[in-house]
Every structure is written in structure tokens, then in C-alpha cells.
């Protein structure tokens, strides 16, 4: 197999993406063929990096008539602005106000113990003991929370947005695709969720330049932040199993389970209650905003029993995972990393019993990784960003006397449309996957960026049309041929 050279030069999407190319126009349009790039102090990683911090700061602006006074004042305003942010209510809520710890510590009210995994327990608590300086009354400290959350998550989108840049050496501009989601914006303050994205992000990094151990470590400290981030695990024991990548595999699971363990074992031996609360309450909870369920308890008008929920929803992500796992197999190509990390995550979240809206951030950088085209990606962020503002207008119709908002009727669209809109950009990796040939990270020749030691590696494990010879259609690439699809072993055409 030809190896692909690192030193290439830089893909140029306005050369390749009309959506980018037309987009481009607003600061000058499309780079030039003897423009210098990487000539200056602003490198694509650290204009990728201030777009980021830009765009989070205008999220943070759209906040502002809550942070001024919704979130203080009745129910329905903080979402009749879209304005709705988990944080400062939970700075009471939790206990965080009242100096309580969390897990060890009992709670008054509906919940006994902080509902939330242990590492991001730890980034709540870090931001309460930076909040402890600030006196006043408790609204001033509620708003004192939320900005230091906020700062602190900013962080973490400028290393979602650094990592993602690099994660694919010759598509750094891609990135930008994660810089300017508008979903990220509107979401990055509601929860913690990108906490655990820019840990998810950084370990995606570390694979791509073949650090198995690191990316271990990283996936068990961002699933003690979120559950999400150990469903990478499965489709990379996959990709490792046919390219024979076990040693590699191996250290990535044992530094996720050590990084996991080092996380949870004090809280598990010293607050059992406290620790197991984020499972069970996963397990209790009932159908709620975002999932088709909800639709399906609405339309019928019937509750639906949670323990049958979750088992449906069990089944029916073992049943995706195990397609996932075939179409891994049996594809004419070995899949890219990225592209099974989107799928497999996209199904957690379309069966889920639940499909809350910052949700959107587990999957904006694996997104970009998997299919950095604009026109796919902008067409699933409108129907995030009409989900976005959905919700909000049907939670304002539920709150206010006067019934102003979004009726159930035009919720469920809502929930509909952003499913769909998942749907679409699962469909068009599917399809990339089916037919490398029309897959934009591989237009140049290259295997698998984001692969690591996989990246270049021959098959020896597959299934199907996969165990001959490809038969792809006639391409033209802008970088050497390389050859793909071959087994180990000469007989591999006869298998």
C-alpha cells in the first residue's frame, strides 16, 4: 500500500465545497492559489480557535435577558427568550449555595443526591468554590455561577475546536464547522455537557496520531463526566478487529477503565448512594423531551412503562450497533473512525427515552470529523436549531396562564424535524461508507485521518463483497492513488 505523505499541503474546502467557496465571500472569497498559508500568527488552528471563543460569546449574549432577569422571575420568560440554562437553578438546587458536597451530602427536595456523573460533579463543584468570594444576595451569586461556568466551558469549546483542527493534519479548516454550529452557541451554556465533548474531542486527537493509551485515559475521564463516550469503544474494537490492531485496542481499553476507576472508586467506597444516583436515575427516568417516545405517549395519550422503554430502547441500539458492526466488516473499504464514532453516538441519541437539546453537542465535533461537508451539515443543524427554539415555545405554552407558544401538535414537528434532520447526516455517512469514493476526507487518496494505526493498515478480518478485490468507480484525486480494500495474505481474492 502507498503511504500517504504527512507534508502535503492543506485542503482548501473552498476549493472543493461550493457552500464554502460561496461562504467565503464575505471576507474576500476563496484563497488564491499562491496565497501563503501558515505564513502568519493566525494559523487555521488559532482562527478556528477565536471563532470559537466568538461564536460562545454570542451565545452567551443571547443569554443576557436571562441572566439579567427570567431566570429569577416566574417560569415562562427564560423560555419565551430561549433563553434556559440548567446552571444557576441547579446552584440551589444541588446544594452547591448552601456549601453542601456533592454525593456525600443529602439533598432537600425532589432529588436526594446530585443526579450527575462524578467528574462533572467535580467542574460543578470547582466553579461553586469559585463563586464562594462573591457576597451578595442569591440571585447575584446564581448570576456569579453561571459566569464562571460559562468561562470555564468556553475553555472547553476552544479545545473541542482546537482538538477537531488537528485531529485531521491536512483539514484543519474543517473545524471551522464546529467554530460556527450555531447549535453550539445557543447550547453551550444549558448543561455541562461539553465538559465531557472536549474530552471526547481530545481522545479522538490522541488516536489520530496513534497514542492508544492516551485516548484510553481520555474516554474513561469523559465517561465520568457522560455516559456517551465509551459507545467509541465498540465500533473501534471493530475497526481493530479487521485491520488485527489487538495490542492497541487492548491499551485503550485498559486506560479507559483505569481512568474511569481512578475517577469513581473514592465515591463509590465513601458515598454508594450518592455515586450510583446518575445510574438510577437514568433508569427511572421517565419519557421525556426530544425522543420519539415522547411523540408516541402524546399522540396515544397513554404513559408508557419505563422499564418497557428501556428495554425497547436497549434493543433497539443493540440492533443498530450490531448493523453498525456489520456494515464495519462488510464495507468495500474499512470505514473511518470518525465516520462509525457519528453513527454509533447518533443512535445512543435517536433511541434514547430522552433527546435533550444540548445533546446536539455530543455529535457537532464527530460530525465534522465524519462528513466535513457544509450543505449536510448546516441542513441537520436547522433542524437542531428548529428543535432549539421549539422546545422553548412549548415549554412556554405549558408554563403560561394564557397558553402562549408552541402547542403539543407543533412540539411534536419539532421533535420530528431535528430526528429526521439526524437521520439525514447518518444517511450520507452511510452512504460515504458504501461508496468511498464520494467521501470528501478521501477525494485526495487518504485512508483514515482520524484512524491512528489504522490509518494505512491492511485488513485482515472481513466479511461479505469486503473479502475481494474492490470495485469501485473511476475517480480523480488531487494526491497520489493509493491502493485500499486488500487482506493480508495472497489468497486474499479467493476467500
Known amino acids: 500500500m502507498t503511504s500517504v505523505h504527512e507534508d502535503r499541503p492543506v485542503v482548501r474546502p473552498t476549493h472543493q465545497d461550493d457552500i464554502a467557496a460561496a461562504g467565503s465571500e464575505l471576507i474576500g472569497g476563496p484563497v488564491g492559489r499562491w496565497a501563503r ?19 460562545f460569546a454570542l451565545g452567551m449574549v443571547q443569554k443576557i435577558p436571562c441572566y439579567e432577569w427570567a431566570w429569577f422571575r416566574g417560569t415562562s420568560s427564560q423560555y419565551t427568550h430561549a433563553c434556559y440554562s440548567d446552571i444557576p437553578h441547579l446552584y440551589l438546587g444541588r446544594g452547591f449555595a448552601d456549601g453542601l458536597v456533592p454525593y456525600f451530602d443529602r439533598l432537600t427536595g425532589d432529588m436526594e443526591f446530585l443526579e450527575y456523573p462524578v467528574l462533572t460533579g467535580l467542574f460543578m463543584q470547582v466553579a461553586a468554590w469559585l463563586t464562594m468570594p462573591f ?11 453561571w459566569m464562571i461556568n460559562a468561562l470555564m466551558l ?29 447549535a ?49 469503544l465498540g465500533p473501534l474494537l471493530v475497526l481493530c478487529w479487521r485491520a488485527g490492531k489487538y495490542r492497541e485496542y487492548g491499551a485503550a481499553l485498559l486506560g479507559a477503565s483505569g481512568a474511569w476507576l481512578l475517577v469513581n472508586l473514592p465515591v463509590m467506597a465513601f458515598a454508594p448512594e450518592g455515586w450510583k444516583k446518575f445510574y438510577t ?66 443512535a445512543f441519541v435517536l433511541t434514547n427515552k430522552v433527546y435533550s437539546p444540548q445533546y446536539v453537542l455530543w455529535l457537532i465535533p464527530l460530525a465534522a470529523l465524519a462528513r466535513p461537508r457544509w450543505r449536510d451539515f448546516l441542513i441537520w443543524q436547522s433542524g437542531e436549531v428548529m428543535y432549539y427554539l421549539g422546545i422553548w415555545m412549548y415549554l412556554a405554552y405549558t408554563t403560561s396562564g394564557d397558553k402562549r407558544g408552541l402547542p ?12 429526521l434532520a439526524t437521520l439525514y447526516l447518518c444517511a450520507v455517512v452511510v452512504r460515504d461508507i458504501l461508496m468511498p469514493e464520494r467521501d470528501a476526507v478521501r477525494r485526495d487518496g487518504s485512508d483514515d485521518p482520524s484512524g491512528g494505526v489504522l490509518d494505512g493498515a491492511e485488513d485482515t478480518f472481513v466479511l461479505g463483497k469486503a473479502a475481494h478485490p474492490p470495485r469501485h468507480a473511476v475517480h480523480h484525486f488531487e494526491g497520489p492513488r493509493v491502493e485500499w480494500g486488500a487482506t493480508a495474505g495472497s489468497g486474499a481474492a479467493e476467500r
Not at 451554556?189 to 484510553?216: H, P, Q
Not at 417516545?293 to 433497539?316: C, F, H, M, S
Not at 468495500?332 to 457519528?342: D, E, S
Open 37 to 55: 498559508l501558515g505564513s502568519s500568527r493566525l494559523t487555521p488552528v488559532r482562527v478556528v480557535a477565536l471563532v470559537a471563543i466568538g461564536m
Open 135 to 145: 457576597d451578595g444576595s442569591v440571585q447575584e451569586r446564581e448570576q456569579a455561577y
Open 154 to 182: 468556553m475553555i472547553c469549546a476552544a479545545v473541542i475546536a482546537v482538538c477537531v483542527a488537528r485531529t485531521h493534519r491536512r483539514r484543519p479548516w474543517d473545524a471551522l464547522l464546529v467554530a460556527l454550529a450555531p
Open 184 to 232: 453550539l452557541a445557543l447550547t453551550a451554556t444549558i448543561n455541562w455537557d461539553l465538559l465531557a465533548v472536549a474530552l471526547t474531542a481530545a481522545a479522538m486527537l490522541m488516536w489520530s496520531r496513534g497514542r492508544s493509551l492516551a485516548f484510553g485515559i481520555l474516554i474513561g475521564l469523559a465517561t465520568a463526566a457522560k455516559l456517551y463516550p465509551v459507545l467509541l
Open 281 to 346: 436515575f437514568s433508569q427511572e427516568r421517565a419519557v421525556d423531551f426530544g425522543s420519539f417516545w415522547l411523540i408516541i405517549t402524546q399522540r396515544t395519550g397513554k404513559p408508557l412503562d419505563v422499564e418497557a422503554v428501556n428495554t425497547y430502547a436497549t434493543l433497539l441500539m443493540v440492533a443498530v450497533c450490531a448493523g453498525i458492526a456489520a456494515l464495519t466488516l462488510t464495507a468495500p473499504r474499512r470505514p473511518r473512525f470518525a465516520q462509525l464514532a457519528f453513527l454509533v453516538v447518533a
Open 408 to 419: 403539543p401538535e407543533g412540539y411534536q414537528l419539532a421533535i420530528a424535524l431535528h430526528l
